[in-house]
């Protein structure tokens, strides 16, 4: 398990990604309909649309709106997160309305939010950042609650005022939980992403990827995939990566304790 | 105790009530045409109207079943992978580089692939909500799984338990409080994910509602089937919450 520890990515995923597209062009094959080009006519692709500057223009305005949406959202669900989790007022005022919110499928809203702010990026931002905060506000809390109350007690008794102890104290120890949310609201940002895109359609991946899907171009369809896919990889390596950094001292002391054969 | 609950209820219910008194205050103000934004009273007339209608029934309830099909699946295949990985090297080497690769794609992309190869009907909806429900649940699993205390599986060895039954009566109980909080994240998922694919292509379900309502400008019909799958969430979260109460007598909670 060191290895996976010191290389980020390993040599086993990449042996999976050549495993998928075997798979993928030997179904293909297979099945021989329009509907599922072979791995190769799609990713031979890949080449056209990346040198396609308005194609590149698309992913990044994407980007921009994503990770503009993300960090709007982590600004202010980590410290209401943690404020839930230290005050059981706090938390009984909030929790009855974010399970409410919480299972409403927060690209859905797109229609709504677009008759009042129109389509373009503010209403996408928007609803993309409604996205990512439920979760990181739900394990910020979980974390904020877990905290060992020593800790906090120590801090109080050396004479820490309230809100340094909130930074200094339960910000770190609840930052392994917060890395949790980070990472599920990651993949509910991508989601929201391409959805809004796709309702609203202007610009940014999930435009391209419905309209190729649109006019039939199948090939394109299953390129725009590839680059989605790999776009949320890299991302979510990125998140991996900090809080590899980050929190170093959460690791699990044994990754696997089962069923050593 | 009881009089803090109560309080806490209260403390809760607030904030809703504010949103709402907000919300009415606005459209009576005259702030927003009510084009742009209906009254509450107009789109909660408007729910109960809707709860009584037999075809907007018929279209939750095809949300529904695709929505349990995907979560289903993904439940069952989920935990079997995760145990898999959790208890077996060659699995967990086989398993684990494809969830690292195919976990953070979004799966949502994949839509237009599902479509193109099973059709605009149940399969294709079925198929995304499954993708998207599979990892967090196995990702639970294994971990729950994996976090087991070794001395629990010796002992059951140690009295004569083969392998798969240890498996099966001694770690996956003790993985099932991280089990059952991956399952419900799933589930949260599956619910928003079966409502975005019904959006995206559909002729009938709840999603299907909304885009139909705001291509001709319905403005109360957009907000009633967004109302209800809500109200599905809230439901199915109490749901989850009365199984994890009895499964999990002795556990602490989880708010």
């Known amino acids: 398990m060191q290895a996976h520890a010191s290389s980020p990515v390993g040599f086993a995923p990449l042996l999976a990604c050549l495993g998928l597209l075997a798979l993928w062009e030997a179904a293909a094959r297979i099945v021989g309909i329009s509907g599922l080009p072979p791995a190769y006519d799609a990713l031979r692709e890949l080449p056209l649309i990346l040198s396609d500057a308005e194609a590149l223009l698309n992913i990044a305005a994407s980007l921009r709106r994503m990770l503009l949406g993300f960090v709007l959202a982590l600004l202010f669900a980590i410290p209401a997160g943690l404020c839930m989790g230290r005050s059981a007022r706090v938390a009984a005022f909030f929790n009855p309305l974010l399970m409410i919110i919480y299972p409403v499928p927060k690209a859905a809203l797109m229609p709504i939010i677009m008759l009042w702010l129109g389509i373009g990026d503010a209403s996408k931002t928007i609803v993309i950042s409604l996205g990512v905060s439920l979760p990181v506000i739900y394990h910020s809390y979980q974390g904020a609650r877990g905290v060992e109350e020593k800790l906090i007690w120590s801090a109080a008794a050396m004479g820490m005022q309230k809100s340094a102890r909130l930074w200094r104290i339960v910000l770190p120890a609840a930052l392994p939980q917060i890395f949790v949310g980070i990472r599920t609201g990651l993949v509910l940002a991508l989601i929201t992403m391409v959805t809004s895109e796709m309702i609203a359609r202007q610009t940014g991946v999930g435009s391209i990827l419905f309209n190729a899907l649109d006019m039939a171009q199948y090939a394109s369809v299953y390129a725009m995939i590839v680059i989605v896919g790999v776009l949320g990889f890299v991302l979510d390596l990125c998140i991996e990566m900090l809080r590899a950094k980050l929190v170093q001292w959460a690791e699990p002391a044994h990754e696997i304790a089962v069923g050593t054969s | ?255």
């Open chain 2, 1 to 255: 105790m009881s009089t803090e609950r109560t309080w806490q209820l209260l403390l809760g219910a607030l904030p809703l009530v504010c949103l709402l008194a907000f919300w009415h205050g606005v459209v009576v103000a005259g702030l927003a045409p009510a084009a742009l934004l209906p009254a509450p009273s107009a789109v909660f007339a408007r729910l109960l109207e809707q709860a009584r209608n037999p075809l907007f029934l018929a279209h939750a309830a095809t949300t529904l079943i695709r929505l349990f099909a995907g979560f289903g699946i993904a439940l069952v295949l989920g935990v079997a992978l995760g145990l898999a990985a959790a208890s077996n090297r060659k699995a967990e080497a086989l398993i684990r580089p494809l969830w690292r690769v195919l976990a953070p794609v979004p799966k949502i992309a994949l839509y237009p692939a599902l479509v193109l190869i099973l059709g605009f009907e149940h399969a294709s909806k079925v198929a995304l909500v499954v993708a998207d429900a599979l990892f967090p649940i196995l990702l639970a699993t294994y971990q729950g799984a994996a976090a087991v205390e070794p001395k629990l599986v010796w002992a059951a060895r140690a009295v004569g338990a083969s392998r798969n039954r240890a498996l099966l009566t001694v770690v996956l109980p003790a993985a099932l409080p991280t089990i059952l909080t991956g399952a419900r994240v799933g589930l949260i998922i599956s619910a928003i994910v079966v409502f975005l694919a019904e959006m995206l292509t559909s002729t009938d379900g709840l999603g299907h509602l909304l885009v139909y309502a705001s291509r001709t400008f319905q403005t109360v019909d957009m907000f009633v089937p967004l109302i209800t799958i809500s109200i599905i969430g809230l439901l199915l979260n109490a749901g989850f919450n009365g199984l994890r109460k009895r499964f999990l007598a002795g556990f602490p909670d989880e708010g």
